[in-house]
């Protein structure tokens, strides 16, 4: 296994300095490996509030450095991206503004590489409630809808990532995940086309950079359960309606990574009627009918469950509709080109 000398820790952020005054701090005060220079690389989304203001004060009683950088196209990616130039860690540990990291975060991720032949590193995103949920939302099924609130908790033993596991619903996510950073630049980066694009809830960076990873043979992974971070839930997120606005821009996502969740297709042969691929008629088809045999049921989980996901395909025809059938390829350039060497709802 190659040693880790270096770690890069990489925020980006809009528009949070008051939750980013606590990250970093929570940061600074976590234990660092013996003999592993640490940075940590914050990229300001053209924010309007004071957060580089923030960022210089931490920095000046800062124990390790922490340098600030500016990227003015909107979207997680291009912040992502950014990051990834300017980082000189062996390993680049992602985490959110809104995240307060456990004192041994980087140690855990820090021994996984050292120990593991492993190209990426991820652990738990445990939750700090802006108010209590419903706790319906807190029972293995509730778990399952967990997207909306960026949460991740897949048990309390360590899983193994590999080509034979590739498991589309068990990814990591970017509040709590960690790279080689030879591998993120062997694929190129993050493609800008994903990642809260001018504020949207398009997302989706943080797992289609997985599927070029197995496609270049480069998808070897640890889930290592100690290595946690606790993320800012606001009460705005225990809603149905945010649940459902979130599935619609996920659907939408899902619509711009169909050759990514594919890669096996010829999108050329696919038959398309209005811009969608034409077996999308039938799975929405037996979407709805799931959920028209929900209602009245009186098991309100399950209900809002089929209704998210009716939802989530109605949102992917819609995208499809957007591009005019323009989902089969990878968009070109969308990685950002060149690097150099994101209970049941009230």
């Known amino acids: 296994m190659t040693p880790v000398r270096s770690v890069s820790v990489l925020i980006c952020t809009y528009n949070r300095a008051g939750f980013l005054r606590d990250s970093l701090g929570a940061l600074l005060s976590a234990s660092r490996p013996p003999r592993v220079a640490v940075e940590v690389v914050v990229v300001d989304n053209r924010s309007t509030d004071d957060t580089r203001a923030v960022i210089e004060e931490v920095a000046a009683g800062s124990p390790v ?29 992602l985490t959110d503004d809104d995240v307060l990291i456990d004192p041994e975060w980087i140690v855990r991720l820090v021994d996984a590489f050292e120990s593991r032949d492993i190209t990426f ?10 108010t209590l949920p419903p706790p319906e939302l807190l029972t293995r099924r509730g778990r399952d809808m967990w997207g909306p609130l960026a949460l991740v908790d897949y048990g309390d033993d360590p899983l193994t990532y590999d080509e034979e596991t590739f498991a589309w619903r068990q990814l990591p996510i970017g509040a709590n995940l960690a790279f080689r950073r030879e591998a993120v630049h062997a694929v190129g980066g993050w493609r800008t086309d994903l990642g809260k694009i001018n504020n949207t809830l398009i997302s989706g960076e943080d797992h ?36 459902r606005r979130w599935f619609f821009w996920h659907g939408r996502t899902l619509a711009r990574m169909n050759s990514a969740i594919h890669p096996h297709l010829d999108w050329s042969r696919v038959r398309h009627i209005a811009g969608v691929p034409r077996y999308m008629y039938r799975i929405l088809l037996t979407q709805t009918w799931r959920w028209l045999r929900r209602l009245g049921s009186g098991d309100a989980l399950a209900l809002l469950s089929e209704e998210v996901r009716l939802i989530e395909h109605l949102g992917y025809f819609a995208e499809c509709w957007r591009l ?6 990878e968009p070109a350039g969308t990685a950002g080109g060149p690097v150099v060497r994101e209970g049941v709802p009230a």
């Not at 270049?216 to 945010?242: C, D, I, K, Q």
């Open 121 to 130: 590193a991820c652990g738990k995103v445990l939750p700090r409630w802006g």
């Open 208 to 243: 289609e950079i997985f599927f070029r990873l197995s496609r270049t043979g480069l998808f070897r992974g640890l889930y290592e359960p100690r290595a946690v971070v606790h993320h800012h839930v606001p009460a705005g997120r225990l809603t149905r309606r945010y649940f």
């Open 324 to 329: 005019g059938g323009r989902t089969a390829a």
């Open 65 to 93: 450095p922490i340098r600030y950088a500016l990227e003015t196209r909107q979207g997680k990616s291009f912040a992502l991206n950014h990051g990834l130039r300017v980082a000189a860690g062996d390993v680049l540990a």
